[in-house]
Structures are given as structure tokens and as C-alpha cells.
């Protein structure tokens, strides 16, 4: 059973499988005491976000094998670290947010009018 939740007080729904996100590699954007990156956005990769991420110093496009990691391309859903994503915000290349699927805890780092202003679909 589930008991995650999102910033919209639902259950915490899936953000990719394909390919396989999250700090604990299961789908979905769930976070723990080990996971300090806070990697809580569900966000939906763009060409300008993955290359400021590249540019910050995380490469989420190329693969890396040894890691069982197959590199990002545009489109694809990935967990990303709340604080990332606000720097990406800040300097207006904050790539789409799926709202159900980013963890209650992102909200610690970033308020839920900057989420829903870059929402993939808006909510109510």
C-alpha cells in the first residue's frame, strides 16, 4: 500500500517506468531519510533542461551503463531534486512538472504556485 502523497494531497502516482526513475528506482518520485538530494519533481524533460543540467554539472543525457542508466532524451519523465529544479526555475528553464506524480516533500523547497505555473497539466 501506497501512503505517499503528492502536492496535491492525493496518492502519489507513478512518474515514469520507462525509463525507470525515482531515488529508489521504482516509478515513482517517493523519498526517504537516505535520499538527500530530495529527488521529489516529477518533471518532464526538455532540451533546454537537460542542458542547463548538463551545464550545472549532471549529465542527464548521456548514459551511463555502469549505473544502469540510459540517458535522458526530450519527453522522457524523470525524478529531478527539488532544488534543481527551482535553480532551473530561477534561471527560466524549468522543465514541465507532473503535478500527481511529484512528492509532498518538494514543497519543502519549492511552493505550489511555482509548481502549478510550470504544471505539464493544470490543476484545479
Given amino acids: 500500500m501506497n ?13 515514469s517506468t520507462s525509463p525507470m526513475t525515482g531515488f529508489v528506482r521504482d516509478g ?11 529527488h521529489t ?10 542542458a542547463y543540467s548538463k551545464q550545472m554539472g549532471n ?13 535522458l532524451q526530450v519527453g522522457d519523465r524523470w525524478c529531478v531534486c527539488a532544488a534543481r529544479w527551482l535553480q532551473a526555475a530561477e534561471a527560466g528553464c524549468a522543465p514541465p512538472v507532473v503535478m500527481d506524480a511529484t512528492h509532498e516533500r518538494a514543497l519543502k523547497v519549492v511552493s505550489l504556485g511555482d509548481l502549478q505555473y510550470h504544471a505539464l497539466q493544470k490543476t484545479e
Avoid at 501512503?3 to 512518474?15: E, M, T
Avoid at 518532464?44 to 533542461?49: A, F, I
Fill in 3 to 15: 501512503l505517499a502523497r503528492n502536492v496535491l494531497g492525493k496518492s502519489l502516482q507513478i512518474c
Fill in 28 to 38: 515513482s518520485c517517493r523519498t526517504g531519510p537516505d535520499d538527500a538530494g530530495s
Fill in 41 to 50: 519533481v516529477c518533471a518532464q524533460m526538455t532540451e533546454e533542461y537537460l
Fill in 59 to 71: 549529465d542527464l543525457s548521456t548514459p551511463a551503463p555502469e549505473y544502469g542508466f540510459p540517458g
